[in-house]
């Protein structure tokens, strides 16, 4: 119990200290006009409350990730504490916090825009292809899991297949209509569900004594199948701790801030949000069964191809919190991955518009480029297993979070500002994610050891030309003031 108050008072702390150090080193400017008015188009540039827009961005970001990620992770051990609570600090935090405040400043571009401004016109290209089929993977991702909890929930009375039905109707009203119509009022009832399973199931730590791993039992690795810490449990706990989507939602909610003072309060402390999420979720999963190692078996019992994740929480939820509570709870569950899989298809939408050039403010044009999204996630929904979805979004997705954290580092270098706070992180998620695809079975499927290796002369390799750049940098500063 020692560790996980710790590591909930670290995050609380990171955000009032580090998050202040942030918005320090970018540089905000209380009196500059946001695209929220500059660009007011009461379609998707809607001026917004910063509340409404902290809980639209901590639902949009708080998908299955932190919850069935951080169960997961725990399999490692009491290791999965230290990545949630520092991955969130220094990584998570920053590169959402960046990428929003860098999208408010250029207009509220989406990410392959920022992205290529930074990084030049071929990761441009590769990023708007890269991007959009990743809001349609998580779209068919987040519309498959919810189905098959609401399921479970009805106990089958509505089928999976309707479910889905459902689920995809409600994707395309919240795509196309005005953000501040349907997103905009529906998520405050979604944030309350899922903040109240949160808070019960923190509450039910405490008042059920249950025994919390702690630091000091050891951070060896306990995998029941061997998986390395490195780099299998960083991508594990991924919306936990960084995640790529999270950078394609910032944009979103960067055309409707009102003011650049309240850029922390929406993207820092939305992300510092999650992570506290998934630190509950990673102790309950653990102290509940007794320990790691209960947890594991637990995992052990379970029919093949069970969703781990999703029994925990069922077991979880209605032990603890009794039949209503675990149902709200369930709910909360359901909510997660509906609010990410509805805004990563309006995301899609914004993206495919801004590089098509393709005005957003009348229903016909927003139809142009949303049904072509609609159809693809439609095929992959249908065609394509969940878990083999699942398993392409993971490394997908840190993917993403490498590129925009060596856009933030080089946007912070070519502005003469510390750059260090995005390069550190920029380096160690190159060196996970470059190392994750050598080794993992959906990659190149190499040994760890050899993946290792592969991964380090990567992380050298983009290292070395960060500090080309630089030094050209310096150098062409240097002759224009000679």
């Known amino acids: ?125 590769f990023m708007r292809i890269f991007s959009l089929l990743l809001m349609i993977l998580v779209g068919a991702v987040f519309i498959s899991g919810p189905a098959g909890l609401l399921a479970g929930i009805t106990q089958n009375y509505i089928s999976v297949f309707w479910w889905t039905v459902i689920v995809f109707g409600y994707y395309i009203l919240a795509t196309l209509l005005p953000i501040d119509k349907l997103i905009g009022r529906i998520y405050p009832l979604f944030g309350a569900v899922l903040l109240f399973m949160a808070v019960g199931i923190l509450c039910a730590l405490f008042v059920n004594s249950a025994p919390i791993p702690e630091i000091t039992d050891g951070l060896a690795n306990r995998h029941p199948e061997g998986l390395p810490i490195f780099p299998m449990m960083f991508v594990s706990i991924a919306c936990g701790a960084i995640s790529g989507f999270h950078a394609t939602q910032s944009p979103m909610m960067a055309r409707c801030l009102k003011n650049e003072k309240y850029g922390r309060r929406c993207f820092y402390g939305a992300m510092v949000a999650e992570g506290i999420l998934a630190l509950i979720w990673a102790a309950a999963a653990a102290s509940f069964f007794g320990s790691v190692d209960g947890l594991q078996d637990y995992a052990a019992s379970l029919p093949e191809n069970s969703n781990t994740g999703a029994e925990v929480v069922n077991t979880v939820s209605k032990t603890w919190l009794g039949t209503f509570g675990g149902l709200l709870a369930l709910l909360g569950v359901v909510a997660a991955p509906i609010t990410s899989g509805d805004t990563a298809l309006r995301s899609a939408r914004l993206i495919a518009a801004d590089f098509l050039h393709v005005n957003q ?18 095929i992959i929904l249908f065609f394509v297993p969940f878990g083999v979805l699942w398993r392409y979004f993971a490394w997908c997705n840190q993917t993403l979070a490498v590129f925009t954290l060596w856009a933030i580092t080089v946007y912070l270098c070519r502005n003469g500002k510390n750059y260090f706070i995005s390069l550190i992180p920029a380096l160690f998620m190159t060196a996970v994610t470059s190392t994750y695809i050598f080794a993992a079975p959906e990659g190149f499927g190499l040994g760890i050891a050899l993946s290792n290796i592969f991964g380090f002369a990567i992380t050298v390799f983009t290292g070395i030309l960060f500090v080309r750049y630089r030094n050209r940098l310096m150098k062409t500063k240097i002759m224009s003031c000679s």
């Open 1 to 125: 119990m020692i560790s996980f108050c710790f590591a909930v008072a670290i995050l609380i702390a990171g955000y009032f200290i580090y998050g202040k150090f942030a918005e320090r080193i970018f540089g905000i400017d209380r009196h500059r006009q946001t695209p929220a008015y500059s660009m007011t188009d009461n379609v998707d540039y809607v001026p917004m409350s910063w509340w409404r827009i902290f809980l639209i961005q901590f639902l949009n970001i708080a998908g299955l990730g932190p919850i069935f990620g951080a169960i997961m992770g725990m399999m490692f051990g009491p290791a999965a504490f230290l990545w949630i609570v520092f991955g969130t600090v220094f990584g998570g935090a920053v590169h959402d916090y960046f990428s929003g405040m860098m999208s408010v400043r250029s207009g509220g571009a989406s990410l392959p825009e920022l992205n290529g401004k930074e990084l030049g016109i071929a990761a441009k290209q």
């Open 361 to 378: 403010k009348r229903l016909s044009k927003r139809l142009l480029v949303a049904v072509p999204v609609f159809a693809l996630t439609f």
